[in-house]
């Protein structure tokens, strides 16, 4: 295996874990929350955080790879041991805040294979750099109702019902990703 292919798999293969490890937190948090606008939000972000770990380990089989620990697992462990029993979206926040910041320096090898995967999906494999580069558009609407989210809780801003939804036509996107290659026969032979 090339070193290209082996940096995309290992970079794949790391956010692949870190988006299985969120989907879990979220998903503690949201079984915790009995606001249910803030329930809702955590479990929408939750199941896409999920969404996408499956996706992204589909991704490693697509290029010849199986998914497998990761360089952040026992971190991410840790983590989730910590944060998942907070309650209160603020706490909840600060402690996710504090946690990223004390494990860095711990992760910031785990960050470089990151980093190099994409670079390496960017000059090699153009399908999967543009796949990396959607989910990666999708993870910035999660962090941005966190934050938007948190700014209302502390009173920085008025409170809002928003919810961490993707725009239409990132879903219209997400469907047609989907769809079938003009020309590509019939799965089946039924015919209208």
Known sequence: MDDARQAILEGL??????????????????????????????LMIAEREANHARLLAERVRVLGGEPGPACVDA??????AELKDLKGFVAQLDGLKRVTDRDKQRLAGCQQALDRGFEAAKRSDAATHHFWSQLY?????SAAWYRHTYSEMIGKRPCTDTL???????????????????????ACGVVG
């Not at 293969?13 to 955590?42: C, I, M, P």
């Not at 971190?75 to 989730?80: D, G, P, V």
């Not at 558009?137 to 609407?141: A, D, L, P």
Request: glycine fraction near 6%.
């Open 75 to 80: 971190i991410l462990a840790e983590q989730l």
């Open 13 to 42: 293969n790391v956010f692949r874990a870190l988006e299985a490890w969120g989907a879990k937190l979220y998903a503690a948090w949201a079984e915790l929350e009995s606001d249910r606008r803030l329930q809702t939000g955590h």
């Open 164 to 186: 961490p939804t993707l725009a239409a036509e990132e879903v219209v996107r997400r469907a047609e990703s989907a769809s079938v290659v003009a020309g590509t026969p019939a």
């Open 137 to 141: 558009g999708e993870e910035r609407v």
